[in-house]
Each structure stands twice: as C-alpha cells, then as structure tokens.
C-alpha cells in the first residue's frame, strides 16, 4: 500500500506538467463501505489519474497483457490492479471483484471494456452490466474528459491539454443472485449506467470548453 | 499503436491499408499522403500536391466506412506479421490472494497471415504453417497494437504487424466472421469479445 499511496501523491503532484486538471463530484465517493466505480475510457491514464485522484485505495480491473513483463508484472498488483482475460469468459476477475467488495473495498471497471479509438463513448461491455447486477453494491458514474487529448489510443506520446474528472451520485442497482433474472435486467441496467456515465461525461466536456473560451 | 490503427482506411483515397509506416510518420500507400498528431488528438495530413489540412481524430475517423469491404472467394488480405502463441497461464498474486491469470506467450515468430472467406492462414517463415477456420474462432480483439484470436481447445494466439494495421485485421476478421455466420443461418453477431455472441 505505501508504493500504492506513493503513486497517488506522484501523480497528484506531477499532473500539472501534463496540464490542468479539473475535478468535481468527489464527494460522492463514499468514504466508507463498497462502491463500483464505473467509468468510461478514452486513455491509457484513465485508470492511474482516477486512481490518484479517489483518496481511497481503488481495486482496478486491468486487462492480462498489462501484467506480462518483469516490471509490470511485479508493479500492476502493487497498484492494486487485478487481470482479467478479454478472450474468454473469466469467472475468476468477478470473483476477485466479488471479494473486494465483500471487504468493503471500492472497485473501478471501465465500462466500454477497452479504450475509445475516437474519443467517443462506445457500447458498453455486457459482462460489467452484468457484475453490477450480481454485486448489488452502489454505483458511482465517473466521466473522463480530455485525456483523449493527451494519450490517445493510437499515439505514444503526450500531449499537454486540461482534463477534467467528474464523479456522479452514487446508484443504487438491485442484487439479483439468478442469471435469468440478471439476463432480463440486462438491457435497462446498461442503458441506465451509460445514461449516467455519460452525463458526467458530458458535464466534464463542457467545463473543459468553457475554460478553453474563458482563456 | 499507431495512426494507421485509427485510419485502417485512407480517409483521402480510401484505399484499404493504405497508411503505412514511414519514418516519422504514417504514409498512405495509395496518394502518397503523410500522417502525423498534431496538437492533443488533432492529425496533421499534407498531401502529396503539398496542401496541408487539420483535423481532429475523431473528424478523420468519421470519414472512414463502417467496415472493410468483404474480400471475394479467394484470398481476402496478406500480411507480414510476428505471431506469438501462448504457451500456458502464469498466476498472478497480492499477498497470498489469487488475483487471476495472465498468459504466458513464447517467442514472436515472422511469416505471413492470410485471411479468406474461410479462415486465417499463417505461414511462417520457418515453414510451418497453422490455418483456424472461422468457424472455430471464438474471441477476435486488439490488445495492446496485436490482434489477439483464440479458436475453440486451442490457446491465445496474437499477431503484430510491423508495418500494416492490426485494427484494418481486427475489422477486417469480423466482417468475415458476420458474412460467414449469416451465410450459415447462425444470425448476427453482436459481440466479438469476450466470446463471439451470436443473435
């Protein structure tokens, strides 16, 4: 956990260099108890600024490839990071996930499964809908804007540009421990969570174009 | 990744696979026109009649069609690639909790992929040869700038390709895929990953 605490005040530190960093609705992340946070993904610096950005340590789902390598491997756990198989079903990262919120810790899933090759909100991956149905734990919307222009997914490099980081009111989403009964909850739970990833999404777009037109 | 993965078709000529890798830049194989980001997402294009335009990525990527045009009978695309075949799991730990599994992948190998109207031919440049019928894939994805397949009992097999789009393949393998499952009456495929989910 120091490496972990150590990143988070790097990051928080470093940020500037990068670029302005806006953030609101943090106190809608609950201070105490479980919570999915469920964000959208434009940028591989998504999950690390969100992670330095929430004060409490924040369990990430990250794909398997990011933990191959010596260095990765040994760092991606340290930084609270679990694996999850994208080329088959993976019982095992629900269980991972079902296990931390049993503990009362926070988990962060990004809801569009992969990064935006555009910089635009895309479908939603079916397996995480079904995981906040299975959970049955609060659900905080979190919308990630401007990090697109930083790093995108098609470029190494950065770039400086503001970024904003938005946090909604937390969801609550019902328990359904049946798989039909998940199955049928399926389409209204994943429009309700992209309706809402998107307005904080959305919200934190604008207030990266008011500040460009106020400069 | 790369902007040929973004523009898997020359938004100004619209040739396939156009973009290629230069030496700073991407170059489209057909008009002779240079990819390179500009400012945040912005993509900087000059032509080869020397004018220059600006746009943002995601302007560039809407000019594109919504997926490769399927090939013909025969041979559909070729490519020279580094394929890499997993050869087994390694567990991944925090503290004594099992946090899951992360592939364990050998070598890259160089040969040659091929994709047709029924499966995806590798050759390698040591001579072997492996072929997956489409019909067996059960996930296609990109990770990390490799296109990542996986065929029913079989393990991960990725593909980078050095010089073309592994995004043009990824889009490329699920058009075939679509063709071949609504030719046999097996309905639409709504998701690639992490299975291909047909309707």
């Given amino acids: 956990m120091i490496l972990y605490r150590f990143f988070q005040h790097l990051v928080r530190a470093g940020w500037p260099l990068i670029g302005h960093l806006e953030v609101h609705g943090l106190e809608n992340v609950p201070e105490h108890g479980p919570f999915l946070l469920i964000a959208n993904h434009q940028s591989i610096l998504d999950p690390i600024l969100v992670q330095a950005i929430v004060r409490r340590p924040l369990y990430t789902m990250a794909k398997s490839t990011q933990f191959t390598g010596r260095v990765m491997g040994w760092l991606m756990p340290r930084m609270l990071a679990f694996p999850v198989r994208r080329y088959r079903v993976d019982p095992q990262s629900v269980r991972v996930t079902l296990r931390h919120l049993a503990r009362g810790d926070g988990v962060g899933v990004y809801i569009e499964g992969e990064r935006s090759w555009d910089g635009r909100l895309q479908p939603p991956r079916l397996g995480t809908v079904r995981l906040v149905l299975k959970a049955g734990v609060p659900v905080i919307p979190c919308g990630v804007s401007g990090t697109y222009e930083v790093w995108p997914r098609w470029h190494r490099g950065l770039r400086r540009a503001p970024v904003c980081v938005s946090f909604g009111a937390p969801i609550p989403f019902p328990k359904l421990d049946h798989r039909a009964d998940r199955e049928g909850a399926l389409p209204n739970t994943a429009a309700a969570l992209m309706a809402a990833v998107r307005e904080q999404l959305e919200f934190a777009d604008r207030r990266i174009e008011s500040r460009a037109l106020r400069r | ?199």
Wanted: charged residues 30%; aromatic residues 6%.
């Fill in chain 2, 1 to 199: 990744m790369a902007i040929r993965d973004l523009l898997w078709s020359c938004p100004l000529c619209g040739l396939e696979g156009g973009l290629r890798r230069g030496k700073h830049e991407d170059v489209c194989a057909g008009c002779g026109a240079r990819f390179r980001r500009g400012r945040g997402s912005e993509i900087v294009v000059e032509t080869a009649d020397g004018r220059t335009e600006r746009r943002p990525a995601a302007e560039w990527a809407a000019l594109l069609p919504a997926a490769p045009r399927p090939g013909g009978a025969g041979e559909w695309r070729r490519e020279r690639v580094f394929a890499r075949f997993a050869t087994g799991e390694a567990p991944v730990y925090r503290g004594g909790d099992l946090l899951g599994g992360v592939e364990r992948l050998g070598p890259p190998l160089p040969g040659e992929l091929a994709l047709t109207a029924e499966d995806l031919v590798l050759r390698l440049d040591s001579g072997e040869m492996q072929r997956w019928p489409l019909d067996r894939l059960t996930a296609v994805q990109m990770s990390s700038g490799t296109l990542q397949i996986k065929a029913r009992d079989e393990e991960l097999t990725t593909f980078r390709f050095p010089d073309g789009s592994a995004r043009l393949w990824e889009e490329s393998v699920a058009a075939a895929l679509r063709a071949r499952y609504r030719a046999a009456g097996r309905g639409d495929i709504v998701e690639f990953q992490p299975r291909i989910v047909a309707r």
